[in-house]
């Protein structure tokens, strides 16, 4: 090569769309090559629906290809995730850089959903369809990683370490009151939770604020402490960070990390959860996290009212949104 450098690899997210990702995404253009790629298949349906013939079908997806992807060099790489890219395939396969897939879900969900929406046959399976166009599939599902041999990646928050840092030296805003906050879709499980638990928390003068979102709004046994109200992610995280409590339930046999816990030891808060399984993380601390079925509940009181244990931020690199760069870039340059 003489004299001539390389140029330097972009990372391209495609269509990372919801305000978490978009959040994660501006996140990281601060401080690494990272660029955002949206609405590649805009208009392509309609226009493809008024082609007579495959011969011009297939020259016009060449065509939005190049198009929408004009920016990406064959030493680039480009990151999809399993919601969005499944409907990309044919304008994601022509490209000559490294192309990376991230899966949020497991894949038996990617795959029932998508057979719902008669996008896969009865007989297809999810990863029929994705692996031939992918260098490289992450999950951050552990028992799917060995199942279909894919690779592992850590739970992410939508921050960079150095975010996370420059919140931390803020002056603290003491909580105006002592309250536990929880967010997630209605279940008669974690309906079941809230109610032993929300008893417990008054008792000990901790005001519970949950917003337990969908379910029948007759039934007798959606919780009386909780509001059936979607909040936005920026709505999440600044209720998250008012509270001095965060509660995470977990659906059964989900044992991996949820975005919640990460959420409560990157915001220094005393977390809840009925995931036992976290006691295997070096963040966990008795004094920070209280293990729903497992611990005492006689002792909820001594953790409630116990001096607060601040996460080190060295554990938690892994779990931000550049460490979960590096992993992935990390393999892209193999």
């Known amino acids: 090569m003489g004299n001539h450098q390389r140029k330097a690899a972009n990372i391209h997210f495609v269509e990372w769309n919801s305000e978490y990702e978009r959040m994660m995404t501006s996140a990281l253009k601060k401080d690494f090559n990272v660029s955002e790629i949206y609405r590649v298949k805009q208009h392509f349906k309609s226009v493809q629906n008024l082609l007579p013939g495959n ?45 990376i897939l991230v899966l949020r879900d497991a894949v038996a969900a990617l795959t029932s959903k998508r ?39 850590d739970q992410f928050l939508p921050f960079t370490r150095n975010d996370i840092a420059a919140w931390r030296a803020e002056p603290a805003n003491a909580p105006s009151a002592h309250s536990c906050f929880y967010v997630g ?41 909780c509001i059936n109200q979607k909040l936005s992610y920026q709505q999440n995280i600044e209720k998250l960070k008012r509270s001095t409590v965060v509660l995470e339930i977990n659906k059964p046999g989900q044992r991996g990390l949820t975005l919640r816990a990460l959420e409560a030891m990157a915001f220094n808060k005393k977390l809840i959860t009925n995931n036992a399984s976290i006691k295997d993380h070096a963040f966990y601390h008795p004094d920070k996290i209280f293990i729903w079925g497992e611990d005492d509940h006689d002792a909820i009181a001594r953790f409630l009212s116990s001096a607060h244990q601040e996460t080190d931020l060295a554990l938690l690199e892994k779990y931000c949104a550049d460490g979960m760069l590096k992993t992935l870039a990390g393999t892209a340059a193999e």
């Open 55 to 99: 011969t011009l079908r297939r020259c016009h997806a060449r065509w939005q290809s190049a198009i929408k992807f004009r920016h990406v060099a064959d030493n680039d790489v480009i990151i999809c995730n399993g919601y969005s890219a499944f409907l990309l395939l044919d304008l994601i396969a022509p490209l000559r850089c490294k192309k």
């Open 115 to 153: 057979r719902r929406l008669k996008l896969l046959s009865d007989n297809e399976n999810y990863l029929d369809r994705v692996k031939p166009v992918f260098d490289v599939i992450y999950s951050f599902d552990p028992e799917d990683c060995l199942k279909y041999q894919l690779a592992y990646v």
């Open 185 to 225: 879709g209605y279940d008669d499980g974690r309906a079941s939770l809230i109610n032993q638990l929300a008893p417990l928390l008054q008792e000990n003068q901790c005001q519970p604020d949950f917003y337990l979102v969908g379910g029948d709004a007759e039934n007798p046994h959606y919780p009386a402490f």
